[in-house]
Structure formats: structure tokens, C-alpha cells
């Protein structure tokens, strides 16, 4: 669980995050949606430990993280598993380079046990064949999978992913969010998803915070997403025609 109470942050004279309060808890896929240039990806680096907040303060499992040791901090930011926008990995690794990697630089474990502990995360993302591959040679969802088995590979108890649908094809788009909700249930992990994705928001948005102007507009789930009257977030969500149509019909439904 990461409670997040009052944070503020400003680069120079420009005032980003204005006091962000919010909760986000286990074992649930929690979703930072908004504008661009709203803040969701200082707020993301904030919650990463790679900002420092000017005021207000995160809270990792009862663990304020203004009050860690510089070696606290080290061994947080080790249990913190990140899937990047287009994945991020390393084109000149296989895959299970890519995968073992955190092993090989935060752990001391032996190769064999490195070996079984990336073959169980392979496996875990239903990649079994793909060992030796080099990122160029298998498709966008596969490096994905990759990337989500290297964020967790770790046993990671937060993790956080940027847009982790950008670039896919809407069904692949559909997997991927699934695995990531499976995934988050399945190891009680807190996840963080910054997105753009109106599926994700109706496929896994357990969580929705709506962040505007660097403030928290509005938190709900996906279910009460679609019934608010708060005119910014029906702006962004029906900002689509179809998405009207489904408002559409959905009011006529209930009438
Ligand atoms: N390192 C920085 N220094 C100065 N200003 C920054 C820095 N990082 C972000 N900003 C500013 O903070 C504001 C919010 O940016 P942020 O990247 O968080 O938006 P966002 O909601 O993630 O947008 P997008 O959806 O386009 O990624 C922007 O005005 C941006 O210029």
C-alpha cells in the first residue's frame, strides 16, 4: 500500500503536483489518468523515489520515505519493479538477458538459481520459447511480456508502468492489461498504471485517480467513472465519439 498525503512539487517558479492526497492499495491495479501535461508523470517519478516532493509525504507500506536511511531508500527502490513505455529493453540482450538482468545487479544469487528464477517469470508471462530471441526478433506484445517478467523477476512488492499499452494493437493491449491485473492479484503487488488507454480504464481501472492542473480532480473505479457528473472527467473520458454513443446508451439503459 502507498499513501500519498499532501504532496507538492515545483520545478523553478512552476508549480507541478498542489497537494496530491490519495491511497493506493494492494493487491489492486490503480490507474493515474488526465491531460496531457496534467502531471501524472511527475507524480509517477514522485511515487519512483526519483523526484523529492518539496512538501507532504509518501508512505510505502507504514514507511515514510522522507525518513528512510540512504540505504532504506536503496533497498525500497530494489523492490520496486518499473515496465517503461515501449518497453526498454536491451537490443543487443536475448530476452533472457534482458530478464536476468536485475538479478545479476542487485542480487548475488547463483546462475542456476538466476536461471529458475527467469524461467518461472518467463513461463509466468507465457513466453516459454522465446529464451534466445533478441528483442528485434519477436513482436511488440512479446517484449512487453519481457518487460513485465524483468519488472517482477525481482519479487517486487510496488510496480509501476508507463502507458504499458502504448504502440500495441487494441487485443494485444487487452492481454497485456490482463496480465498485469492477474499478475498484481496474484503476488498482492501495489500497482501504479500511467495511461492514456480509455480500455485500460474499463478493463482493469480498479482504481482511477483523474489528476488536472497538477491537482486530484477526481478518484473512483471504473464502475463510477462512467456515472460521475464531473464535467472534466466526462470531457476526457467521452472525448471519443464512441465513447458518447456508450454514455448514450448506457443513460438510455437506466431510464
Ligand atoms: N524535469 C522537469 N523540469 C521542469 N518541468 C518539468 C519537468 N518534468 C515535467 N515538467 C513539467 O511538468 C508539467 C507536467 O508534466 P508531466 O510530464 O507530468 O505531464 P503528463 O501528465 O505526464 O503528460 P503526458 O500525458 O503528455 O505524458 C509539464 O508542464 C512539464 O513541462
Known amino acids: 500500500m502507498i ?3 499532501d504532496i507538492h512539487k515545483s520545478f523553478g517558479k512552476s508549480h507541478i503536483l498542489k497537494g496530491i492526497t490519495t491511497v493506493f492499495e494492494k493487491g489492486k491495479t490503480n490507474l493515474i489518468i488526465g491531460q496531457s501535461g496534467s502531471g501524472k508523470t511527475v507524480f509517477l517519478k514522485c511515487l519512483l523515489g526519483l523526484f523529492s516532493p518539496e512538501e507532504g509525504s509518501i508512505v510505502y507500506d507504514g514507511k515514510a520515505y522522507s525518513s528512510l536511511t540512504e540505504n532504506e ?5 530494489q523492490e520496486m519493479g518499473m515496465v517503461f513505455q515501449g518497453s526498454a529493453l536491451f537490443d543487443s540482450m536475448t530476452v533472457e538477458g534482458n530478464v536476468k538482468f536485475p538479478l545479476e545487479m542487485f542480487t548475488k544469487q547463483s546462475n542456476s538459481e538466476m536461471e529458475d528464477r527467469v524461467n518461472t ?7 516459454v520459447d522465446a529464451h534466445n530471441k533478441f528483442p528485434a526478433e519477436i513482436s511488440g506484445g512479446m517484449q512487453k511480456r519481457v518487460a513485465i517478467a524483468r519488472a517482477i523477476v525481482m519479487n517486487p512488492k510496488y510496480l509501476f508502468c508507463d502507458e504499458p499499452n502504448s504502440g500495441l494493437d487494441p487485443k494485444t493491449a487487452i492481454l497485456i492489461d490482463d496480465l498485469i491485473k492477474e499478475i498484481t492479484e496474484e503476488y498482492n503487488i501495489t500497482t501504479i498504471i500511467n ?10 481501472g480498479e482504481k482511477i485517480l483523474f489528476l488536472k492542473d497538477g491537482l486530484k480532480e477526481w478518484e473512483g473505479t471504473k464502475n463510477e467513472i462512467f456515472k460521475t457528473d464531473n464535467e472534466a472527467v466526462t470531457n476526457f473520458v467521452y472525448s471519443s465519439d464512441l465513447f458518447k454513443k456508450v454514455r448514450q446508451m448506457y443513460i438510455e439503459e437506466r431510464n
Open 3 to 5: 499513501e500519498v498525503n
Open 73 to 77: 531508500k536503496r533497498d525500497l527502490r
Open 121 to 127: 517469470v518467463l513461463a509466468r508471462v507465457n513466453l
Open 195 to 204: 495511461t492514456h488507454d480509455m480500455n485500460s480504464v474499463m478493463q482493469i
